[in-house]
């Protein structure tokens, strides 16, 4: 069975520009959590879907940041216009999940974007 | 101040030796779940545990084990007889449910473990 998949694998992209992450959940999976890992801040849980809708998204760091997830199969993080600061490692993990609060089951991670803004 | 502290920064330990992950939260809710993730060096994150606040049970799983302790705020992880794979940075984590959630993490411990 495929994992959780994300792309890019690696983006490099100017101050300024918009930056598209995208993530395939694992199939079947009703959770979906996106993290963001610096060394300055360390891990951080930004928004995680139940069902396709955002449970919460106080972690999401300014209105620069933006997710959706439209289907059960497809989420994206979308940051406009991008910042050096942005630079990190984004995790997007998959679970199934009981209820709205994070719960029980094994979250699944992907292998991670690497984002460097210039 | 912080909500979960992982005071161990760094530590080492030979093969097969075993060794305790300290991790001490904070939180005032009362219902709230605990997590542990590893961080190989390869960089991918692997989900360990969780655990919610009304299960004081300890887990085993292998050579993995947790001991929760509301009373000290604790959530320590162990490794028994630990091997060569077993370096990797872990973090604990904390997530609060009473008021929305919110997800903390800890500053990580890197284990090294020495052939």
């Known amino acids: 069975d495929a994992g959780v998949i994300q792309s890019p694998r690696h983006e490099v992209t100017e101050m300024g520009q918009e930056v598209t992450l995208r993530c395939k959940p694992i199939s079947g999976h009703n959770s979906l959590f996106w993290y963001r890992q610096t060394m300055m801040r360390g891990l951080e849980l930004l928004i995680y879907?139940?069902?396709?809708?955002?449970?919460?998204d106080s972690g999401m760091p300014e209105d620069r940041f933006s997710a959706k997830m439209p289907n059960a199969s497809f989420s994206t993080l979308k940051i406009q216009p991008s910042e050096p600061r942005d630079s990190a490692v984004y995790f997007c993990?998959?679970?199934?999940?009981?209820?709205?609060?994070?719960?029980?089951?094994?979250?699944?991670f992907g292998p991670g974007t690497r984002l460097t803004v210039l | 101040a912080q909500k979960v502290t992982q005071a161990q920064t760094e530590i080492s330990v030979v093969e097969k030796e075993d060794v305790t992950l300290d991790c001490v939260y904070e939180?005032?809710?009362?219902?709230?779940?605990l997590f542990w993730y590893k961080q190989p060096p390869s960089g991918e994150l692997v989900f360990l545990i969780r655990r919610n606040s009304f299960d004081e049970q300890n887990e085993i799983s292998g050579r993995y084990s947790w001991n929760f302790q509301k009373s000290t705020s604790s959530f320590n992880f162990t490794i028994t007889a630990s091997q060569v794979v077993d370096s990797a940075v872990y973090f604990c984590a904390l997530s609060e449910t009473n008021t929305g959630n919110q997800f903390y993490f800890g500053t990580g411990t890197s284990l090294t473990v020495i052939p």
């Open positions: 939180t005032r809710d009362t219902t709230y779940y």
């Open positions: 879907f139940n069902n396709n809708v955002p449970i919460d």
């Open positions: 993990a998959s679970s199934l999940e009981e209820g709205i609060f994070l719960s029980t089951d094994t979250q699944y």
